[in-house]
């Protein structure tokens, strides 16, 4: 079969092929790159990248949003907590070892959820990004957090961080992983071995992690 590809060019000094989660095939390359040299990285990696848009799990259709109803389980931080409806008026989503919402808000429900995932993430986020960078020894510019369509997180030509707000449901190893993840590359632009060792001295068992997140990355999307 054909192999559809698109083309960013950047800054960047490298050449770097990539699967999105939505099956896309993108190609992040210097600008000036040939396109005869950018067709001959892509077709060195066909088996590779054909490998990759055969994955079950990683490629599935996003889940369908649950109907929430009383009793629904949510994921946050890795655990299951109960959704409740309560009698008492009150316009804020309650956490106290489960979600608590007014009945008369039951039709905001949705919305007031997501903006409890994220300002959550937002306070839980940034705070691991700058501990880690301190200890990678790298510099980046803004945090930011985001509804990413199809990735958990990003690192920009510009040094900007880009983190997926539905991360905040995975356990805090995930989320570290992902972290870790984005700011070494900042030291190193390409998935090398260079690149997993700088990982593994920061998350000797970044594995396990990144392992949960191919499995069960799907039960963020909910």
Same mark, same amino acid.
């Given at each position: 079969?054909?192999?559809?590809?698109?083309?960013?060019?950047?800054?960047?000094?490298?050449?770097?092929?990539?699967?999105?989660?939505?099956?896309?095939?993108?190609?992040?390359?210097?600008?000036?790159?040939?396109?005869? @040299?950018?067709? #001959?990285?892509?077709? +060195? /990696?066909? &088996?590779?990248?054909?490998?990759? %848009?055969?994955?079950?799990? @990683?490629?599935? #259709?996003?889940?369908? +949003? /649950?109907? &929430?109803?009383?009793?629904?389980? %949510?994921?946050?931080?890795? @655990?299951?907590?109960?959704?409740?409806?309560?009698?008492?008026?009150?316009?804020?989503?309650?956490?106290?070892?489960?979600?608590?919402?007014?009945?008369?808000?039951?039709?905001?429900?949705?919305?007031?959820?997501?903006?409890?995932?994220?300002?959550?993430?937002?306070?839980?986020?940034?705070?691991?990004?700058?501990?880690?960078?301190?200890?990678?020894?790298?510099?980046?510019?803004?945090?930011?957090?985001?509804?990413?369509?199809?990735?958990?997180?990003?690192?920009?030509?510009?040094?900007?961080?880009?983190?997926?707000?539905?991360?905040?449901?995975?356990?805090?190893?995930?989320?570290?992983?992902?972290?870790?993840?984005?700011?070494?590359?900042?030291?190193?632009?390409?998935?090398?071995?260079?690149?997993?060792?700088?990982?593994?001295?920061?998350?000797?068992?970044?594995?396990?992690?990144?392992?949960?997140?191919?499995?069960?990355?799907?039960?963020?999307?909910?």
């Amino acid at each position: 079969m054909n192999l559809e590809y698109s083309i960013i060019y950047s800054a960047r000094k490298t050449l770097q092929i990539s699967v999105e989660r939505d099956r896309s095939v993108i190609v992040r390359a210097p600008e000036g790159t040939p396109h005869e @040299k950018i067709e #001959e990285a892509v077709e +060195s /990696k066909k &088996l590779w990248l054909y490998e990759k %848009l055969k994955h079950p799990q @990683k490629y599935r #259709e996003v889940a369908l +949003s /649950k109907e &929430l109803v009383p009793g629904t389980s %949510l994921l946050y931080l890795g @655990k299951e907590y109960k959704l409740d409806f309560v009698g008492d008026v009150f316009d804020v989503v309650i956490f106290e070892s489960k979600f608590l919402i007014s009945r008369s808000f039951k039709p905001l429900a949705a919305q007031m959820l997501k903006d409890w995932f994220m300002d959550s993430a937002k306070r839980i986020i940034p705070p691991k990004v700058k501990t880690f960078a301190r200890q990678l020894g790298v510099e980046h510019n803004q945090i930011l957090i985001s509804d990413l369509k199809y990735r958990w997180g990003s690192c920009t030509p510009k040094n900007n961080l880009n983190f997926n707000w539905r991360l905040v449901k995975a356990p805090m190893n995930v989320i570290e992983y992902v972290i870790v993840h984005e700011l070494t590359h900042l030291l190193e632009p390409n998935h090398t071995r260079r690149f997993w060792g700088i990982i593994k001295t920061q998350l000797p068992h970044y594995s396990k992690a990144k392992e949960w997140l191919k499995e069960h990355g799907g039960l963020l999307e909910e």
